[in-house]
């Protein structure tokens, strides 16, 4: 079985706009397949640096001079490259969720299609699980964590069920979908059940607070005229690299000068990207993706 079927791969890496001698980073490396497209243009000079913070990735590594594979959450992609010397590079691509592995790996916790334990953590060394989340949450930050990751509609009474529920613990993803099973309408059960769980994760790996950190990192490491290219899978994701480019903030307007004009960092590349009927057939879970490219505006 494929590691991780590289989603939009042509797509992402033509919207790098790649100089051959220049230096990228995948932050999102995998199964490699992104990576090695970006070092497959790159000459001898070029540089790629690539993180991933699940151990399993860690197995993929590519075998090349030019290729740095760093074992860390993308969070902190500024730090971990000053630390190997590189305070500008030429182009940031990033395919965020959950990789075809991950959702493959029973025992991860990732998919609703297994019985395992509540796990959900991309990195071993995160110290919240699932199991946590269910167990240990209060009522209200489960409503919370159900209505805006999840965005479902009767978060409350997800939250007050779960949290009646603890008399016996919910170890399991079996034992999870029991609780939630009145909520599970027939017509659509896989479709709220997958609201829930990812609810859960985004939870577990702090996922739309990372995404944004990665964002407000971006300008300052990209050479002027460098490139973002990122994929999300959700529209939370999404409005957050959506934001981002159009205004530099994750909400509200920013300000204007004097002479009514704005100051952003990023300028859109083109209209967002989907895959094409042909890949989604290939890949269903693909079906989902959005990409955006931004260039950093020369100033």
Do not use: W
Request: no cysteine; proline share 3%; net charge neutral.
């Amino acid at each position: 079985m494929e590691y991780h079927n590289p989603v939009l791969l042509k797509e992402s890496v033509d919207g790098l706009n790649i100089n051959p001698d220049g230096v990228y980073v995948d932050v999102t490396f995998g199964g490699g397949g992104h990576s090695r497209e970006i070092l497959s243009r790159l000459s001898d000079k070029g540089r790629l640096y690539a993180f991933d913070q699940d151990e399993d990735a860690i197995k993929n590594t590519i075998d090349d001079e030019r290729f740095t594979l760093i074992h860390e959450n993308f969070r902190y992609v500024k730090r971990f490259l000053r630390f190997h010397g590189v305070r500008k590079v030429d182009g940031i691509l990033g395919d965020f969720g959950v990789s075809s592995h991950q959702f493959d790996e029973a025992g991860r916790g990732f998919s609703i299609r297994f019985d395992a334990d509540l796990d959900m953590r991309m990195s071993k060394k995160m110290k919240i699980s699932a199991h946590d989340v269910v167990n240990k949450y209060s009522e209200e930050e489960l409503r919370r964590m159900f209505s805006v990751y999840g965005e479902l509609t009767n978060a409350k009474t997800i939250a007050a069920k779960i949290v009646a529920s603890r008399d016996e613990k919910i170890n399991t993803i079996a034992d999870l979908k029991l609780v939630v099973d009145q909520f599970l309408p027939k017509h659509a059960e896989h479709k709220v059940l997958a609201k829930i769980f990812q609810a859960i994760r985004i939870e577990v790996n702090e996922e739309l607070v990372v995404i944004e950190e990665l964002l407000m990192q971006s300008p300052e490491m990209l050479e002027k005229g460098g490139r973002i290219s990122f994929i999300s899978y959700h529209s939370l994701e999404d409005r957050l690299v959506k934001r981002f480019i159009r205004s530099g903030l994750f909400e509200g307007e920013p300000e204007k000068d004097f002479y009514g004009n704005i100051s952003v960092p990023f300028k859109k590349k083109g209209k967002m990207i989907v895959p094409t009927p042909g890949e989604i057939k290939i890949n269903n879970r693909a079906r989902s993706a959005k990409l955006r490219i931004a260039e950093r505006i020369e100033k």
